[in-house]
């Protein structure tokens, strides 16, 4: 929710100038301290605060009250930042003020007395705002005691569903799961078991449990069948009651408590094999209340539960467990023909624009019934279905709203308050666009509404946060990493609709282009769309107000940044102007800057303003003062090259970058024992090393000294450089590009030493003995290896357990391989294999390994890609 988030993004404000190391102001400690329990009380009350609007048009009023308190408090302590660093600046820098100052000789005068005015102006201006909060926080007390005087214990049935009062819905592309599930139901294990049937709100979870509730070898199996929705809402006795009212047809309401309940329900499954569907659960607590009233008879019963929550599944048990997945083009071909058409064929005139709306739909059954369900009932003209093509998200949302927005509207109102603003955010991505998770986390971080957890960091929190939001299946996991870690996700559409709603009645942020109901000047978050003109940036600027904290611009056009003195995230690489490279570097409150410059331009002295700036990437190169940075995490320099990053300056050791965890794009690193005091929690280095500096031939030893570095990777075409690299033990991803005639076994016998190392990739090189041997104990956690034309080997031997971990198998160009290693085909973990360009009897080699032991399993071991031969 956007009040939720603007209180932890004040409260992250106020965190950060209380703990920067030079703070840009300084404030008065009685205000500090009524302003820290003002908001301690607000976030407390929101976390546990039920919006009586929630499913309105309109956003909730105290929530918005609360969010304009909270903005309103930024702005002054955020504005009085910009007066003061730029009153700092005022000498020998004149030209920084741009008529801030006008009379030089008087400028020691101008600047004391401005700066007492500021002083006193921040206090008042900061005292007023404050008063204003603590009126809201009265009235959200009145509003907590209220609905604590209402809380009695839920009596709520209608979310209580009889098998007989069910809709039908049609099931198709799922066979294969029904059989499983069939399985599983009728065989097996004889203790009593649960089964969790998983996936996204509208993915067909009630439907496969309703089919299998209703199937012929399900109703003959068992002795007693119930169904009931547990619903968020959920009351246990209610629940209790309903399913012994199925089971037994005892209506009575007359029983004391769930405790006589659930014992009457106990002695009547008591020596009968049963089914218990319990629909749509969102807390794994309503089992535990009820588990024990469920009989375990050594009889074969079985528990269906569906959820959209993969983690409450996982509580649930460790055993089978169904996930639903997209429908494939076929079964979602199938599915819209039958709800449109039944058994009748479908009109060949009207086949290709069907198939584009089933394309739109991206394989959620929900969106695919709705849209079938209007068209069945429409007019079978190519002009009406070319109509819903092109409005087909607009259509599905507003339709049938009790039936489709409202299954996916649940899922965002049961998150938590801290994950809310993480899942509205999603909405500022393009649609069907592969989100970087890295690039997502970090400006999670920037914007500032991640909540903060003792002992753990904003990258940590914003992890956890990803994993959560994958679990409740609101976001997708489209591409994983070598080691796991997931390196994009993607929203599905009508997901994505539905987060952008809610943004927008909230006013969370707001996308040019769109219907803006309550004025754009009122916005503080502004996404600019792909397809936007600059002419239409150019009208919105004209009418914007400089209170926004966020540009984000997906196209080649920026907005000009004159008066933006407040922004804090601007996300503009594929484009800049000069007016871009002018103005940027005067925004002091910046945190993430993502910007692409004209070759040659260098930043400015004056970044060193930037007080709290987290993320800097970059195409140009930076200046010394660059080091003065102590809040950066993440520097990266991007096309058109790798930069130069300069040497920190000597005789000051206070200049570092203590916080420093990513650097990236840097040519010919300077790394020695004085860089390394300077970065001490460096975890990503990418570096290259083109020059050889007679000086600088030793540096890499000292990577050994960075003992957090995790990922590693160097491009080196000078074997001097090689010769004296040494690498820390906390390495888990190295990727190292060496020159065509470096020696490749020495350093492979340092990599193999690493013990947490799991990612290897390795170009270049040659085996000068021609001979790679792997023996036991090296490698102990590799998961993922890469070769690519590393010359000249041709004999690979293995030695007793080694590669334990090994999943993917990738080489490249390497033709001189002659055949694999038997040993290959005895990893336990071993997925893949991949060959590009690879030696024909390397190929027969594999495959003959693959067959042994398919012989020996009774399946292939791992799955083999070959390209550019034909075996």
């Known amino acids: 929710m956007a009040a939720y988030a603007a209180i932890v993004s004040l409260m992250n404000t106020i ?28 976030q407390e009350f929101l976390e546990s605060y039920k919006s009586p609007v929630a499913d309105g048009d309109e956003a909730d009023p105290l929530e918005m009250r609360i969010a304009d308190a909270a903005h309103a408090v930024e702005d002054v302590i955020e504005s009085h930042i910009v007066n003061v660093i730029k009153l700092g600046r005022s000498s020998p820098n004149e030209e920084f003020l741009q008529g801030y100052v006008v009379d030089a000789a008087h400028a020691a005068e101008e600047v004391n007395s401005r700066e007492e005015v500021s002083c006193i102006d921040f206090y008042q201006d900061l005292q ?90 399900v109703k003959e199996y068992f002795d007693i069948r119930a169904w009931t929705t547990i619903s968020q809402t959920y009351n246990v006795r209610e629940t209790l009651r309903e399913i012994l009212y199925q089971v037994s047809g005892d209506s009575r309401d007359d029983f004391s408590d769930e405790n006589e309940l659930g014992e009457k329900l106990h002695k009547y499954l008591w020596g009968r094999r049963y089914i218990i569907i319990l629909d749509d659960m969102w807390s794994v607590e309503v089992w535990y209340k009820m588990r024990f009233f469920f009989p375990d008879y050594n009889d074969g019963s079985r528990v269906i539960v569906t959820t959209r929550l993969s983690n409450l599944a996982a509580e649930l048990t460790n055993s089978n467990n169904i996930g639903m997945r997209f429908l494939d083009d076929v079964s979602s071909w199938n599915l819209f023909s039958k709800t449109v058409f039944g058994d009748e064929g479908f009109p060949l005139q009207l086949e290709e624009i069907g198939k584009k709306i089933v394309e739109k739909c991206k394989g959620l059954p929900l969106s695919i019934a709705v849209i079938g369900g209007l068209l069945a009932k429409s007019e079978l003209t190519l002009e009406y279905w070319e109509h819903i093509e092109e409005n087909l998200s607009s259509i599905v949302n507003s339709e049938n709203d009790e039936y489709c927005l409202r299954v996916l509207k649940l899922s965002y109102y049961h998150l938590p308050a801290y994950l809310k603003p993480c899942f509205l955010y999603m909405g500022v991505f393009e649609e069907d666009e592969e989100i970087r998770v890295a690039e997502l986390m970090r400006l999670w971080v920037s914007e500032g509404f991640l909540k903060p957890i003792i002992n753990k960091s904003s990258k940590t929190i914003a992890k956890e946060y990803l994993k959560e939001l994958v679990d409740r ?138 007080w709290n700036l987290h993320t800097l990437i970059v195409s140009c190169w930076a200046p010394v003062e660059i080091w003065k940075m102590h809040q950066l995490k993440h520097v990266e320099f991007k096309y058109p090259g790798l930069m130069y990053l300069p040497d920190p300056p000597s005789g000051d050791s206070d200049v570092m970058m203590e916080n420093l965890e990513t650097l990236k794009g840097v040519i010919d690193f300077n790394l020695n024992e004085e860089m390394v005091k300077r970065i001490p ?28 570095l995790e990922s590693l990777t160097c491009n080196i075409e000078c074997d001097e450089y ?62 993922y290896l890469i070769l690519e034309q590393c010359r000249d080997m041709e004999c690979w031997r293995l030695e007793g357990s080694c590669l334990p971990r090994l999943e993917q198998l990738e080489l490249w160009y390497m033709e001189s391989l002659e055949e694999f290693p038997s040993e290959i085909g005895e990893i336990p973990t071993l997925k893949s294999i991949r060959l590009l360009n690879c030696s024909e009897s390397a190929v027969v080699s594999l495959k003959k390994i693959v067959e042994e032991q398919e012989e020996l399993q009774g399946d292939p071991p791992f799955h083999v890609l070959v390209e550019s031969f034909n075996v």
């Open 681 to 708: 929690n460096i975890k990503k280095l990418s570096i290259r090393y083109e020059d050889k500096v007679m000086e600088r031939v030793k540096c890499l030893s000292y990577l050994q000294c960075l003992s957090k």
């Open 722 to 783: 090689l010769q004296s690299i040494s690498f820390p033990h906390s390495l888990k991803k190295l990727s190292l590009q060496c020159g065509k005639l470096f020696h490749l076994e020495e350093i492979l016998e340092k990599i193999g030493s690493l013990p947490l190392l799991e990612k290897l990739q390795l170009f270049g090189g040659q085996f000068a003995t021609g001979r790679w041997e792997i023996v036991e104990g090296q490698f102990p956690s590799l998961k």
């Open 128 to 217: 007023k705002v404050i008063e204003e909060m603590n009126v809201i926080k009265k009235e959200a007390m009145e509003t907590s005691a209220e609905a604590q005087q209402r809380k009695v214990s839920s009596t709520h049935a209608g979310s209580l569903t009889s098998s007989s009062n069910v809709k039908e819905s049609k099931m198709v592309g799922f066979d294969d799961v029904q059989l499983q599930l069939l399985d599983w139901l009728t065989g097996g294990n004889r203790n009593r078991q649960i089964i969790p049937i998983t996936g996204m709100g509208g993915i067909g979870k009630t439907t496969l449990a309703r089919h299998i509730f209703e199937h012929a070898l």
């Open 473 to 610: 299946n609101l976001i997708l996991v489209h591409k994983l990493g070598a080691v796991g870690n997931i390196k994009h996700c993607k929203m599905h559409d009508l997901v994505r609709d539905l987060s952008f709603q809610e943004a927008e009645k909230q006013r969370f942020y707001y996308v040019l282009g769109q219907h803006c109901p309550r004025g754009i000047n009122s916005q503080r978050r502004i996404v600019i769309p792909r397809s936007t003109s600059a002419m239409t940036v150019k009208d919105a600027m004209e009418t914007m107000s400089s209170r926004a904290r966020s540009f984000i611009c997906h196209g080649n056009t920026v907005p000009e940044l004159l008066d933006f003195r407040f922004l804090r995230t601007l996300s503009a690489y594929e484009y800049s102007r000069g007016y871009l490279e002018e103005n940027v570097f005067q925004l002091v409150n910046l945190r993430y800057l993502w910007a692409r410059f004209r070759e040659g331009f260098q930043i400015p002295s004056s970044i060193s303003l930037l």
């Open 15 to 42: 965190n950060q100038i209380e703990h920067h190391p030079s703070p840009p102001i300084s404030i008065h400690k009685q205000q500090l301290e009524s302003l820290t329990q003002i908001l301690t009380f607000l």
